[in-house]
């Protein structure tokens, strides 16, 4: 059975260390939304771990790490502290290590997502440890943030494809020339029903800071089985963003927001 979509605006990851990189994948590439193909790795899977500072207090209540090379036994493990010390030890917050890959999948790319969600905190550490891993570990992004969750569901005609980048022309000798590109996801989807309340609380505000042009992570199904990193989505959205009145009620407006998501990976 379907649970609630989610939305999660990505928040900067402050200042990054780690116990190891390679000089041309450097971990704070984790923090580079913008360009999927920035990666961090490691020379091998020893001390397989990153740090950071928001430099502030925020709330989070969630965490994946995108386009890593995860094989079945590869742990991540979350911490959320006030300090260093703490995300290094005993932290407010400790996932403990478990399953990168969960569930279970296995894609033809090698590529995984991770997914975790928790009780909402408000940390200025945080420090993601990964484990049980064999060879080099590569990670493309790091998502920590809160979750932004409508209060109805999403209205029938919902659907997703592909964005096909590459060009492809047919001369007239039947010869193909083509120009290889990227084939992109596409979710597209629409929230009826809004309150008053809602669109100007979560929905204005969540417009207003990324338009069309910041990036943006959506679990469109987090039910928790096979089909969910499928329908995990990370990428820009493509219309400039716009909310019309549905309906009026006797408790005020309703609205109707669509979204239309392309996924950078």
Known sequence: MATMPFFVVPLPLGTITTGNELSTNLAMHLNEFDAAGMTWKTS????????????????????????????????????????QTEVDGTADYDSGAGAFISPSISRADGLYWSHKEFAA????????????????????????????TPSNWYS???????????????NRFSLVDRTPGDR???????????????????????????????PVFV???????AYRQGRSYFGIISEN??????????????????FEITSLL
């Open 121 to 148: 905190q408000s940390e200025r550490w945080w420090r993601v440890d990964i484990g049980s891993h064999t060879g080099a570990f590569e990670a493309s992004m790091l998502i920590l943030g809160k979750k932004l």
């Open 241 to 258: 963003p716009f909310a019309a009145q549905q309906r009026n009620t006797p408790d005020g407006p309703r609205f109707e927001r669509s």
């Open 184 to 214: 992109l996801r596409v979710l597209k989807f629409t929230l009826g029903w809004i309150s008053e309340l809602e669109m100007e609380t979560m929905w204005r505000p969540f417009d207003e800071a990324i338009g069309n042009s910041q």
């Open 44 to 83: 091998n899977n020893t001390n397989v771990f990153v740090r950071g500072d928001f430099g502030a207090y925020q709330s989070l209540d969630f965490c994946a790490m995108l386009g890593a090379n995860a094989i079945s036994a590869t742990t991540l493990r979350l911490r959320l502290g006030d300090t």
């Open 156 to 170: 029938p005609g919902w659907g997703f494809g592909i964005n096909d980048k590459a060009k492809v022309d047919i």
């Open 219 to 225: 679990c469109f199904d987090p039910t928790a089985n």
